[in-house]
Nanobody
């Protein structure tokens, strides 16, 4: 069982940038596709971004495309989400997740992820 620990959340103003990180405990980190999701109060958890094992391919929700960048460092067992031009509607708890290596559904499919971190709060004030 892998442990995922997010960090880097905080309170920022609209237009600011923030980078959140997720460190995995497993040495097999580089064998898995990874994703970021977020959940705002009263809303369902939603897909934000995903990255393939080697980092060669990335996927984004339309709402963050062009503003957020997902990346990974397999030597450090860490996946990052760089968030630029933040908006108040980006306020949410951000979760990283490990995708089941047998999954064949779209990367945005929440059910295809089998391990989750505890989340980190990102608050964007207007």
């Amino acid at each position: 069982q892998v442990q995922l620990v997010e960090s880097g959340g905080g309170l920022v103003q609209a237009g600011d940038s923030l980078r959140v990180s997720c460190e995995a405990s497993a040495r097999t980190f580089g064998s898995y596709n990874m994703g970021w999701f977020r959940q705002a109060p009263g809303k369902e958890r939603e897909f934000v971004a995903a990255i393939t094992r080697s980092g060669s391919s990335t996927h984004y929700a339309d709402s963050v495309k062009g503003r957020f960048t997902i990346s990974r460092d397999n030597a450090k067992n860490t996946v990052y989400l760089q968030m630029n031009s933040l908006k108040p509607e980006d306020t949410a708890v951000y979760y990283c997740a490990r995708r089941d290596d047998r999954a064949y559904t779209p990367f945005s499919d929440l059910a295809s992820y089998d391990s989750w971190g505890q989340g980190t709060q990102v608050t964007v004030s207007s």
